[in-house]
């Protein structure tokens, strides 16, 4: 419910994680700037390639965390996925219009 449509998600059958598919042209790093600054944390999931990462990947960890916690985690996690979605992109990164300076 808190996942906008296009965002798709393992079902683990056991584990304590789940792998996430971010819609193509988002790069998890970048996103991964922006929720640590709300308290979520997550592996861009480029780390669990031998070859051709997948930018727009990650994986979420939730052991040693209860409920409340995860349930938290993952609407700050939504609500900033929803936010930088609307964001326009130039070749695949977000770009900040506030922070481009005219010369």
């Not at 584990?15 to 592996?43: K, Q, T």
């Amino acid at each position: 419910r808190h996942m906008p449509e296009e965002v798709q998600w393992t079902h683990p059958g056991g584990g304590m994680c789940l792998w996430v598919e971010l819609p193509a042209g988002m790069d998890s790093s970048e996103l991964l700037i922006h929720v640590r600054e709300r308290g979520v944390l997550f592996a861009p999931g480029r780390y669990f390639y031998l070859q051709n990462p997948q930018p727009n990947t990650l994986r979420l960890g939730f052991a040693g965390l209860d409920e409340r916690q995860i349930a938290r985690g993952i609407a700050t996690l939504g609500a900033l996925l929803r936010i930088e979605m609307r964001k326009p992109q130039r070749g695949g990164r977000r770009v900040d219009s506030a922070r481009v300076a005219l010369v």
